[in-house]
């Protein structure tokens, strides 16, 4: 672990320079909101935000990615043979990223990445990717990742922390993809004891600004049925309109399609991001939908961060406390809500 | 840039030729297919593939035949929806893809040696004549075998030929019904559960496999109860719209369980008190 102290323009320009070796993504100011983006001519990094609307974890898990191609021309001798599509696992680095983001990652990692199964794209793509984390010096109101197993300057799955120090920034290397990155960039120099007591102040005074408090504790003792059957269900889904919004801003929803798309006679494969909240995701070719009501998928969103994920990995809840869901749902639902309801029930 | 392809990725198909196409009803083809690779598809009675027609994409559909059946494998399949309509429209030589076989079998094994009684609601008849023809073609290891069949109108019965033999079959027991008659009909008619008069069985050494839509499930499992066939000898297989085959994509997610990896088919014990799963 080495921690160095940069000046600001310094890491600018060794992020700059970074580009040579990776595919650089950076909080970008776009309109009212912060997205991430390939840092170049036309991107300039704005650390000085809160969180993106949009969570990174379209650079690991792209909203659509082609698999496969194919021709459907009856002339070539392939016809209809699929065929694995190119895709570019050169190293990234994701600059800027928010803990609770990269806590996201490892959620997801449980589902894509375990003993039973690797996920063929989603594992290169992330064992490609640096994760180079900013911490958040003023967690949003609508943050709770203490509640849930993260803070606002967790170093889980993180490769790289960075604590803005105001003139400067100070950076710690957690793994050896963190090192090798930092080795890149030239300049800085090493953080003295005075620095790293600075940098722990910052972070143990950020986790105080995050005031919510969400008991996850009872989750695991309940009853699947009794939470199921519970009567809250209805009164928590009334103004949902099933927009999907929940599902596409959170970092840990992983649920996926798989479409074929044609362009004159060729064909792509292709996987993209597919919400529970909507009705087409369980209707069956006949017209039959087992998940026919609102409530019964709304039900199903908060039943599988909520319980079934926390019984099938016991390792906490499908949630990294990013609060995307709480700040966009145009109806206000609130998860923190939920799991208070869920939790006390 | 490029990688290797990954040829054992399970998102995968694997290229198979239509060898043979036969109209069962005005909406159901049986397709007969066979792989590229020339092996056979290595499937357990009751299991299911997804079916690729390239340009339209991806639907899971059961198996139709038995394993015994060398390189060749049939989905029998209703028109219903975008790939069903296109597979449909499809001729002998054609190229489809197939991932799989995916999810649980029925209990070939553990039924071994006990009786059993097959009972099949419309084209649910498909995915279970898998596993009647295993029985068939492997007749001295088990017992007693009944097949009860319901289908909404004549006109709506599938495997014709085969009914006719299994009624004609002194080793096993068929009786069918339709709920509405129709000309020339001079069986049965009544919903499936008026077959249960008629039958005797001895429940200790009774497996009941159960396949039809949603609504029969429910009236199935009572006569089975009420005849005192242990729950956990009672099997059902479900359907859900199953897309990666491998518990992944979130689907056929019935609460903790996934459809197309813990299910299609169910032990009763499993799932009595799962909540939308029938």
């Known amino acids: ?74 002339a070539d001798s392939e016809a209809d043979i699929v065929k694995e599509s190119p895709k570019d696992y050169s190293p990234r680095a994701v600059v800027g990223i928010r803990p609770c983001d990269v806590q996201a990652f490892q959620i997801v990692k449980r589902n894509f990445d375990n003993p039973e199964y690797r996920d063929p794209w989603w594992v290169q793509h992330f064992e490609s990717t640096t994760l180079v984390g900013l911490g958040c010096n003023e967690p949003c109101s609508t943050c709770f990742c203490t509640e849930v197993g993260g803070g606002p300057f967790n170093q889980e799955g993180l490769d790289v922390l960075i604590f803005d120090m105001g003139e400067t ?50 989750l695991k003792e309940k009853v699947t049925n009794d939470l199921f059957n519970a009567p809250f269900w209805e009164e928590i889904a009334f ?74 990995y016991d390792n906490g809840v499908q949630c990294s406390g990013c609060g995307r869901c709480v700040r966009y749902c145009p109806v206000n639902i609130d998860i923190r809500e939920v799991c208070n309801l869920m939790n006390n029930y | 840039m490029n990688q290797p392809m990954l040829e ?13 196409i036969e109209q069962l009803t005005e909406s159901e083809k049986l397709f007969e297919m066979r792989l590229a690779n020339g092996e056979p598809l290595g499937h357990s009675p009751g299991q299911f593939v997804e079916l690729s027609v390239m340009g ?42 197939i991932r799989g076989p995916f999810g649980t079998p029925f209990p070939v094994e553990e039924a071994r040696g006990k009786d059993l009684l097959f009972v099949a609601g419309g084209i649910g008849l498909i995915p279970l004549r898998s596993f009647i023809r295993f029985v068939l073609d492997h007749r001295d290891e088990y017992g007693e075998v009944t097949v ?73 499992i009572l006569e089975a109860k009420a005849r005192g066939i242990p729950d956990r000898q009672i099997f059902l297989s479900l359907e859900r719209k199953m897309k990666c085959g491998i518990g992944k994509c979130g689907h056929c997610q019935i609460n903790h369980l996934y459809v197309c990896q813990d299910g299609p088919v169910f032990r009763y014990t499993d799932i009595f008190d799962l909540e939308e799963a029938l």
């Open chain 1, 1 to 74: 672990m080495t921690d160095k102290i940069f000046s600001k323009e310094e890491w600018l320009g060794g992020l700059e320079a970074l580009r040579k070796t990776y595919g650089v993504f950076v909080p970008v100011k776009d309109g009212d909101f912060h997205t991430f983006m390939p840092f170049d001519k036309g991107n300039i990094p704005d650390f000085d935000y809160q969180n993106s609307r949009l969570s990174p974890k379209s650079v690991v898990y792209p909203q659509s990615e082609r698999l496969f191609e194919y021709t459907l021309d009856k």
């Open chain 1, 169 to 218: 920034y100070l950076l710690r290397g957690l793994t050896d993809k963190g090192e090798a990155l930092l080795g890149k960039i030239t300049g800085g120099s090493p953080a003295d004891d005075q620095a790293l007591k600075n940098a722990e102040d910052l972070a143990a005074s950020a986790s105080k600004k995050i005031t919510s408090s969400i008991p996850t504790d009872k």
């Open chain 1, 239 to 312: 103004a949902c309109l099933n927009c999907g919004t929940c599902t596409f801003l959170c970092p840990t929803c992983w649920c996926f399609d798989i479409q074929d798309e044609v362009l004159g006679k060729e064909g792509d494969r292709i996987r993209n991001w597919d919400s529970c909240m909507f009705p087409l995701f369980t209707l069956h070719g006949s017209g039959h939908n087992p998940r026919d009501n609102k409530f019964q998928r709304v039900r199903q969103r908060f039943m599988h961060k909520l319980k079934y994920y926390v019984d099938k």
């Open chain 2, 8 to 20: 054992d990725s399970p998102y995968l198909p694997k290229w198979a030729e239509i060898t043979r």
């Open chain 2, 56 to 97: 339209i994409g991806e639907a899971p559909i059961s198996v139709s035949s038995a394993p015994t059946e060398n390189d060749v494998f049939e989905l029998a399949i209703r028109r219903i929806g975008n790939l069903t309509t296109a597979i449909h429209g499809s001729v002998t030589g054609d190229r489809v893809g």
């Open chain 2, 148 to 220: 009860l069949f319901g289908a909404r109108n004549p006109s709506e019965r599938i495997f014709l030929d085969e009914l006719e033999q299994w009624e004609e079959r002194d080793d096993i027991i068929y009786l069918e019904s339709v709920d509405k008659s129709g000309p020339g009909w001079k069986g049965n008619v009544g919903v499936i559960t008026t077959l249960f008069s008629q039958i005797h069985v001895d429940p200790s050494r009774t497996y009941c496999i159960v396949v039809g839509p949603p609504v029969m499930y429910r009236f199935v």
